[in-house]
C-alpha cells in the first residue's frame, strides 16, 4: 500500500502536469469588445495592441497613456470617455508581454525597448508632441522617455517627440521606498517563480490581485474575470517572471531614472493613493516630495490603494483635469510674454 507521502508527490506531480497544459482564460465580452476597438502593431518582430480613440480636445493636444504590471491598456477603461473629453487624441498600448499583445517566453523585457516601442508607435501615427498619463510600472517607461528628453535638452538640441507634460500614478519610481508583496519576491526567485506560474489559477490571482486594492473598492466579481482573462491571455501566466525583471531594473538604473525626475522641467505632478502597500504613503510620498519638489501632489481619500484609476475614476479625472488645465493656462501665458 503506498505511504502517504507517496499519495502526495503522486498528486502534485499529476497537478502540475495539469497546470502545465491548463489552457488560457477565455476573454471576457469586455474584454473583446475592448480588442476589437483596437488594433496591432509590429515592433521587432512582436505585434503590440493598442488603442486610438479620437477625441473632442484640441487637435494639437495628444495623450499617451502607459499602463503598469501585471495589468494592460483596460485599466484605463473607467476614464477613457472623460480623458477623450479633454484632449484631441488618447492613445494607449499594451507592452509587449502584457495584455492583448504578443507574450514570447524567455524574451528579456526591458524598460528601454518599451520606450522604444512607445517612441516608434507616436512617429507611426504622426504625434510629434504629446503628454503622459502613466502608472506603476508604466511610470518606469516614462521615466526613461524624460530621462532620453532631459539628454537632448541639456545637449542644446531637439528630439524629433516632445514630451509635453507627465502624470504618475502609483509606482515604485523610488526603488527604496519599494515594499514588495510575497508574491513579487515569489515571481522574482528563479526556483519558486516557474512552479507559481504554472500553478495559477483564478483563486490565487483573485487574492494576489485584490491585495493591492483598498478594502472598501475591491473589484467586483466580474471585473476581476476581466482582468484574469486579459493578463492570461496568450498564455500570459507563463510570463509573469520574465515581466517582473522590471523590478531589478529599477535598482540597477535608480540614479538614472530617479535622476530623470529630479533634473527635468517638463511640467510633473503625480495622483497618488495612500493605501498602497507596495508603495507606503509615510515612506514613499515623503521621499518624493523631497526629491521631486517641483512636481505637483494630489493625494486621494486614503481608503485609495494601488489602483486609483480603477478604485477612483472620478477622483482621477477631476486631478489630472485640474493639472493639465493649468498646464494650458501656463503655455498660454508663455505665448503672450
Same mark, same amino acid.
Given at each position: 500500500?503506498?505511504?502517504?507521502?507517496? #499519495?502526495?508527490?503522486?498528486?502534485?506531480?499529476?497537478?502540475?502536469?495539469?497546470?502545465?497544459?491548463?489552457?488560457?482564460?477565455?476573454?471576457?465580452?469586455?474584454?473583446?469588445?475592448?480588442?476589437?476597438?483596437?488594433?496591432?502593431?509590429?515592433?521587432?518582430?512582436?505585434?503590440?495592441?493598442?488603442?486610438?480613440?479620437?477625441?473632442?480636445?484640441?487637435?494639437?493636444?495628444?495623450?499617451?497613456?502607459?499602463?503598469?504590471?501585471?495589468?494592460?491598456?483596460?485599466?484605463?477603461?473607467?476614464?477613457?470617455?472623460? *480623458?477623450?473629453?479633454? &484632449?484631441?487624441?488618447? /492613445?494607449?498600448?499594451?507592452?509587449?508581454?502584457?495584455?492583448?499583445?504578443?507574450?514570447?517566453? $524567455?524574451?528579456?523585457?526591458?524598460?528601454?525597448? !518599451?520606450?522604444?516601442?512607445?517612441?516608434?508607435?507616436?512617429?507611426?501615427?504622426?504625434?510629434?508632441?504629446?503628454?503622459?498619463?502613466?502608472?506603476?510600472?508604466?511610470?518606469?517607461?516614462?521615466?526613461?522617455?524624460?530621462?532620453?528628453?532631459?539628454?537632448?535638452?541639456?545637449?542644446?538640441?531637439?528630439?524629433? *517627440?516632445?514630451?509635453?507634460? /507627465?502624470?504618475?500614478?502609483?509606482?515604485?519610481?523610488?526603488?527604496?521606498?519599494?515594499?514588495?508583496?510575497?508574491?513579487?519576491? @515569489?515571481?522574482?526567485?528563479?526556483?519558486?517563480?516557474? #512552479?507559481?506560474?504554472? *500553478?495559477?489559477?483564478?483563486?490565487?490571482?483573485?487574492?494576489?490581485?485584490?491585495?493591492? &486594492? $483598498?478594502?472598501?473598492?475591491?473589484?467586483?466579481?466580474?471585473? &476581476?474575470?476581466?482582468?484574469?482573462s486579459v493578463i492570461g491571455y496568450n498564455d500570459g501566466h507563463l510570463v509573469t517572471n520574465d515581466? #517582473?525583471?522590471?523590478?531589478?531594473?529599477?535598482?540597477?538604473?535608480?540614479?538614472?531614472?530617479?535622476?530623470? *525626475?529630479?533634473?527635468?522641467?517638463?511640467?510633473? !505632478?503625480?495622483?497618488?493613493?495612500?493605501?498602497?502597500?507596495?508603495?507606503?504613503?509615510?515612506?514613499?510620498?515623503?521621499?518624493?516630495?523631497?526629491?521631486?519638489?517641483?512636481?505637483?501632489?494630489?493625494?486621494?481619500?486614503?481608503?485609495?490603494?494601488?489602483?486609483?484609476?480603477?478604485?477612483?475614476?472620478?477622483? @482621477? @479625472?477631476?486631478?489630472?483635469?485640474?493639472? &493639465?488645465?493649468?498646464?494650458?493656462?501656463?503655455?498660454?501665458?508663455?505665448?503672450?510674454?
Amino acid at each position: 500500500m503506498p505511504s502517504t507521502s507517496s #499519495i502526495i508527490l503522486v498528486s502534485l506531480v499529476v497537478a502540475i502536469a495539469i497546470f502545465i497544459n491548463y489552457p488560457s482564460p477565455p476573454l471576457t465580452g469586455r474584454i473583446k469588445k475592448w480588442k476589437q476597438s483596437g488594433q496591432y502593431f509590429e515592433y521587432k518582430g512582436h505585434n503590440r495592441f493598442y488603442k486610438e480613440s479620437k477625441g473632442s480636445g484640441r487637435d494639437e493636444d495628444i495623450l499617451m497613456i502607459f499602463h503598469g504590471f501585471p495589468s494592460s491598456s483596460y485599466d484605463y477603461n473607467k476614464i477613457w470617455d472623460d *480623458l477623450t473629453k479633454m &484632449f484631441g487624441k488618447v /492613445v494607449v498600448l499594451d507592452f509587449l508581454g502584457y495584455g492583448l499583445s504578443d507574450k514570447p517566453l $524567455g524574451h528579456n523585457y526591458l524598460m528601454v525597448e !518599451h520606450a522604444d516601442s512607445v517612441e516608434f508607435l507616436l512617429k507611426k501615427l504622426g504625434h510629434k508632441r504629446y503628454h503622459i498619463l502613466s502608472h506603476d510600472m508604466g511610470d518606469t517607461v516614462a521615466q526613461e522617455l524624460i530621462h532620453r528628453q532631459n539628454k537632448l535638452t541639456e545637449a542644446g538640441k531637439k528630439g524629433e *517627440l516632445e514630451i509635453l507634460s /507627465v502624470c504618475l500614478m502609483n509606482g515604485g519610481i523610488i526603488p527604496e521606498t519599494i515594499d514588495m508583496r510575497l508574491l513579487q519576491k @515569489v515571481m522574482l526567485n528563479p526556483w519558486l517563480a516557474p #512552479i507559481a506560474m504554472r *500553478l495559477s489559477n483564478r483563486i490565487m490571482f483573485k487574492k494576489g490581485f485584490g491585495e493591492v &486594492f $483598498g478594502e472598501k473598492t475591491q473589484p467586483t466579481p466580474e471585473e &476581476f474575470d476581466d482582468y484574469y482573462s486579459v493578463i492570461g491571455y496568450n498564455d500570459g501566466h507563463l510570463v509573469t517572471n520574465d515581466l #517582473i525583471q522590471y523590478l531589478p531594473q529599477r535598482f540597477a538604473n535608480r540614479d538614472k531614472w530617479v535622476g530623470a *525626475l529630479e533634473q527635468t522641467k517638463i511640467p510633473l !505632478h503625480i495622483i497618488f493613493g495612500p493605501s498602497d502597500p507596495v508603495n507606503p504613503h509615510n515612506t514613499f510620498l515623503k521621499r518624493y516630495k523631497e526629491l521631486v519638489p517641483h512636481s505637483g501632489v494630489t493625494e486621494l481619500p486614503s481608503h485609495i490603494s494601488h489602483y486609483p484609476h480603477l478604485e477612483y475614476p472620478e477622483g @482621477v @479625472v477631476k486631478a489630472y483635469k485640474q493639472f &493639465f488645465e493649468s498646464w494650458k493656462r501656463n503655455e498660454a501665458s508663455k505665448k503672450q510674454e
